[in-house]
């Protein structure tokens, strides 16, 4: 059985005086030689860390645990899923499928399947986490990694979430500036998204399921705006599937690798790792059956599937319509379809009139509808691409939110976050739409690409050591395909995502010394915190010679296990580093008779 000292505030919760003289240690105030007190730990589920979503959890039907599948059941888990998908659908995913229909045509659908399918993989583990652990991955973060190394992280995902940010501003602020006809200025498009975010907070207020129900209303938005500009197109079904089932880009140039690229980086989402392990916190999960745990790691799945789906098949209306609109399109071509539109007149000099390729981005893409299929594709194209931008810069708040919570342990009202955030992100849009023109606004998008990219392995690391760890998920950690599968993921991501950033530094830094010089420095030290991150992963796995990162952290002298029983956990909750004592049922597994594992830092002390 599992003992603990009873200090000072127990004794006092027990109706007792706390002797001020009393020592650290436990021991009486009045003899030095009186042993300390100990007293039996009382069988006690895992504790479930407070969130936003404490006093707002949505309740899941009791009962039907002999149906394989149950219709309510999924009903009460839906909704986490479709807020994650909204990170697929943000105008920098959106100006990415765009481009490569203009750059490859059909030919990369296949990899925009990839990149979702991974992505999915990568959801799912940051959900179960949350749901095992009862904690989201940046709390995991907090209580094992050392404070450097943690530290870093938020700093890494803080500007990821602040990169994200300012694609949705700018996608905002073209889709008013369309929607308009010109009237609301980039600088006035702008500001108004400050006003905007505080009024959709207010939508929070009236419950979880609402603002989920919100979120849906404006996903179907966009797949009804951008489904509407597919059908108008009606580009053609052979190649769409072709190009979604077949791999292989012939006859493609430099430009449609790195467009192959950048899309797995502006598909996976950093934070969006760190705002699903949240999500999944909505829901009242009894953590103290595994049954109802593999229930909710079950319908959470199903979910998320669906939710990607929809999401998938939004990205690629987008692609095809521009696949066909704009593929091997020269600037001169657009510009003769312009003529006598009089979007040619409102929208002077938007293509030039050259015979180059068309660098096609979000404002050139809704001109050209306008141009090719009538004007109200245009505006068509400007109310989807206003939902894409209002619904994520909600999902980024709530990102922000957790982050800060779980690495910082703060906790800011919203409008606080939303303020702080917002501003950072708008001070160098702002700048950039008063003094210069829309098309080097919509060029940021690129940038900003380039710099979440370069964020990834600072949420997909985090995710696959803490779900393959047994001191954090017990029975449920992964297993040896996953953890394959897993590592493949990362390894491939960030590979891809290196190179990317590569390509696009090299394209656009001086060749100047200095420069050299900084960008040798920096990539040094990312790749350096990298292998860092990689050392820990492995040594979670169970890599040999690596036993120092699963270092066995006692407190009160006393080792302290978990163990599911099928109905129930009856073991006493582990303490996690950093003393907290809340963790998961998975936080600490008996791995044999005899054996006990448990928790504490992953980089040890």
Not at 147 to 160: D, F, Q, S, T, Y
Not at 333 to 351: A, E, I, Q, R, S
Not at 422 to 447: E, H, Q, S, W
Request: charged fraction near 15%; glycine fraction near 10%.
């Amino acid at each position: 059985m599992a003992y603990e000292d009873l200090r000072d505030e127990e004794r006092a919760d027990d109706g007792r005086d706390a002797s001020p003289a009393a020592g650290s240690d436990g021991s009486s105030g009045s003899s030095g030689d009186t042993p300390r007190i100990m007293k039996p730990l009382p069988p006690q589920p895992p504790t479930v860390l407070d969130t936003y979503f404490a006093d707002n959890r949505v309740e899941v039907p009791p009962g039907e645990e002999e149906k394989w599948f149950s219709w309510r059941k999924l009903w009460a888990f839906t909704g986490p899923g479709f807020l994650m998908s909204i990170a697929y659908l943000d105008p920098g995913n959106i100006e990415s499928d765009l481009q490569s229909g203009t750059v490859a045509s059909y030919k990369l659908l296949w990899m925009l399947l990839s990149a979702t399918v991974l992505g999915l993989m990568a959801q799912r583990l940051a959900a179960r986490l949350g749901v095992v652990s009862g904690m989201h991955l940046a709390e995991v973060c907090h209580r094992q990694y050392p404070k450097p190394a943690r530290l870093v992280l938020w700093i890494m995902i803080e500007v990821a979430i602040i990169g994200s940010d300012m694609q949705e501003v700018i996608g905002t602020s073209i889709a008013l500036y369309m929607l308009s006809n010109k009237l609301i200025p980039l600088w006035g498009g702008v500001l108004i998204t400050v006003c905007d975010t505080f009024t959709f907070l207010l939508v929070d207020k009236y419950g979880m399921r609402k603002l989920e129900a919100f979120f849906c209303f404006l996903i179907a938005v966009m797949g009804i705006m951008f489904g509407y500009e597919y059908v108008v197109v009606s580009p053609p079904q052979a190649d769409v599937i072709s190009g979604m089932f077949i791999p292989g880009c012939s006859g493609c140039d430099s430009r449609s690798l790195l467009q192959a690229v950048g899309i797995i980086g502006a598909v996976i989402m950093p934070h969006n790792l760190y705002l699903h392990s949240a999500l999944v916190k909505s829901r009242h999960v009894d953590r103290t059956r595994r049954s109802r745990i593999r229930e909710a790691n079950y319908y959470y799945f199903i979910e998320s599937c669906l939710a990607l789906l929809v999401s998938f098949i939004i990205n690629v209306f987008v692609v095809a319509v521009f696949a066909y609109g704009l593929f091997n399109k020269t600037n001169q071509d657009v510009v003769d379809v312009c003529k006598g539109t009089g979007l040619d007149t409102m929208y002077p000099d938007t293509f030039p009139n050259n015979t180059e390729l068309v660098d096609a981005d979000l404002f050139k893409g809704g001109v050209f509808l306008g141009c090719q299929f009538g004007v109200a594709c245009l505006y068509i194209w400007a109310v989807g691409i206003l939902a894409a931008g209002q619904s994520s810069t909600m999902t980024g708040t709530y990102s922000g939110q957790f982050v800060m919570e779980g690495f910082l342990n703060l906790t800011w009202p919203k409008w606080k976050r939303v303020l702080v955030t917002r501003t950072i992100a708008i001070l160098p849009t702002f700048f950039i739409a008063v003094y210069k023109d829309i098309n080097d606004l919509t060029g940021m998008n690129d940038l900003l690409n380039a710099l979440m990219s370069l964020q990834l392995p600072f949420a997909l690391l985090p995710t696959l050591t803490f779900t393959s760890s047994e001191q954090i998920m017990g029975e449920f950690r992964n297993g040896t395909p996953m953890k394959i599968a897993a590592s493949v993921l990362s390894a491939l991501v960030v590979g891809i995502n290196i190179f990317f950033v590569v390509s696009y530094v090299r394209d656009t830094l001086p060749a100047v010394w200095w420069a050299d010089l900084m960008l040798a420095v920096s990539g040094l030290a990312y790749v350096g915190f990298i292998g860092y991150l990689t050392t820990l992963l492995y040594g979670a796995m169970g890599g040999l010679g690596f036993d120092r990162i699963r270092a066995h952290i006692v407190y009160n002298d006393s080792v302290q296990s978990h163990s599911w029983d099928e109905e129930a956990v009856t073991e006493a909750p582990i303490s996690c580093a950093g003393g907290s004592g809340d963790t998961g049922p998975g936080a600490g597994a008996s791995s044999g008779a005899g054996d006990t594992a448990t928790a504490g830092p992953v980089g040890g002390q």
